[in-house]
């Protein structure tokens, strides 16, 4: 059985502990986190069989070829920069650090010690995103895209999200938003341009992001105020639209009707996602093709989110 470790005790730990032990021939080995008590529950839960107190018992314990940190974002950067330090495949949830600093600084360690991380941007395995993505490779042209964000402050208070993590929201939720028009835009991004200020009563962020392969994308983000999480792709032939994210449908030229494509049935059993995502970072352990999303992909994401954010760093009230 191939090992997995886990750091970290939290619902996201549970949701990845669920996607990777239904995976044939992996087994969660091992298992650590600043609450140990929480670490017990979920290792008798699954059938966890090292519960640890530090990384390092977790990667002696376990010799796991696979370590998923589930941590905060604000214990993110110095728990991946330790996960480093051992010779195993580390796979981050998102984001891979409270901001893009901290993001640089695990890139640097990774690469120091030439470690592969990966990223859990989970939203590109949706079938709903693959479904688009396959259709889209045989559709010539460029391509535009819409990605719809909404967010709330409130509701990140509510969470209880430390105020840093909050006056950095864009990074830690508005990320897999972002990353649709990476995901969907071929090429490097050449321009991002900041469209519309703010109107009264309402903070709406709006950019242009002009790709080198010609594809332009279209951002908005509403923040303490309704609306979606949605993403369309247009080309000449034919349009895609996920809304909800989880949920595609296409729209051929010439027609009004939307065609619903089939959700997998893994994006129903498991948070969506999660399992095709846990599969391709096992299959980069074992250094076999895949498509996870690497650090340095998400990096580039980051950096995206840090250019259309640029004049105010984040919304308005979001600032501690």
Known sequence: MLPIAIVGAGNMAREHIRAFASLPGVAVAGITSRTRARAESLAAEFGIRHVCDSIDELHQATGAVLCVSTVFETAMRDVAIECCRYPWTVLLEKPPGIDLAAAV?????????GRTVLVGLNRRFLSATRAALNDLASCPGPRFIHVQDQQSLAVAHDLNHPPEVVARWMYANSIHLVDYLRCFGRGRVNDVQL?????????????????????VGLY????????PWAATVTTSTKRWELRPLEQARYQMTGERRLVDVAVNDDDVQFKPGFKRQA??????????????????????????????????????GALV
């Open 220 to 227: 908005e983000a509403v923040w303490d105020g309704p609306g």
């Open 105 to 113: 600084e695990i890139d640097s360690a990774a690469k120091e010690r």
């Open 279 to 316: 599969e391709h970072a096992v299959a980069a352990a074992c250094r076999l093709p895949n498509e996870s999303t690497t650090l340095t992909e998400a990096l580039e994401t980051m950096q995206l989110i840090q250019a259309i954010y640029r004049p105010k760093q984040a919304p308005a």
């Open 195 to 215: 469209l519309s200020p703010p109107p009264n009563g309402l903070d709406v962020v709006v950019a242009r992001v002009v790709f080198s392969s010609g594809d």
